[in-house]
């Protein structure tokens, strides 16, 4: 299902992540595990792919240009929580290709995985950021309320 055109860029589009667009979204994955310096083993990009495409726990979806090039992507899942009889909705990774940036691409993958939480049922869309990314604090501040939660892990 393609939606229509909901940012700048003339035809541009979102829609779901299919099997034939493995090498597009592999540069847009590699350029994303770049930006946080991290690398995850070939084995987990697979498996991460596969879950995707199979939409089942993990869903995604594809900003592509008006050419139907992929520029973006964004994945998330949902839980059960006990603070809903409902459940939450997590955006795990958002990135949009350096050269499409600017232009309302990031905040319309945002908006795309709102309108399907709201579909969905959830009662809220959250995601974490590092308090140093400026940029990507400059469209979340203007769409969503920062919470002042602090983020910890301990690694298994
Ligand atoms: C964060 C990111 C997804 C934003 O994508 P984008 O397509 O450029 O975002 P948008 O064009 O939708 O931005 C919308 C708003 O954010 C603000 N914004 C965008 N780029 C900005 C920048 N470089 N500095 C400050 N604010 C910025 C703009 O004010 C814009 O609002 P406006 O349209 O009302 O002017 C993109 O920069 C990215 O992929 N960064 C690297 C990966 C990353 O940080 N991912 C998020 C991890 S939590």
């Known amino acids: 299902m393609s939606c229509p055109a909901v940012y700048g860029r003339d035809m541009a589009s979102i829609s779901p992540i299919t099997v034939d667009d493995r090498p597009a979204w592999d540069a847009l994955w590699q350029a994303y595990l770049e930006f946080y310096e991290s690398e995850v083993p070939a084995d ?20 592509r240009d008006d050419e139907g090039r992929p520029i973006g992507f964004v994945h998330w ?29 990031g905040k319309a993958l945002i908006e795309h995985v709102k309108d399907w939480a709201q579909v969905y049922g959830a009662t809220k869309v959250y995601w974490l950021t590092a308090h140093d990314n400026v940029t990507a604090r400059g469209l979340y501040d203007k769409i969503a ?10 690694e298994l």
């Open 44 to 63: 987990v990009t697979e498996a991460t792919f596969g879950r995707i495409v199979a939409d089942e726990h993990i869903h995604g979806v594809l900003a």
């Open 77 to 105: 899942l949902t839980h059960p929580a006990t603070w809903t009889s409902k459940v939450y909705c997590y955006l795990e990774d958002l990135f949009v290709d350096p050269g499409a940036r600017g232009e309302g691409v």
């Open 145 to 154: 309320t920062s919470t002042g939660f602090v983020h910890y892990e301990i």
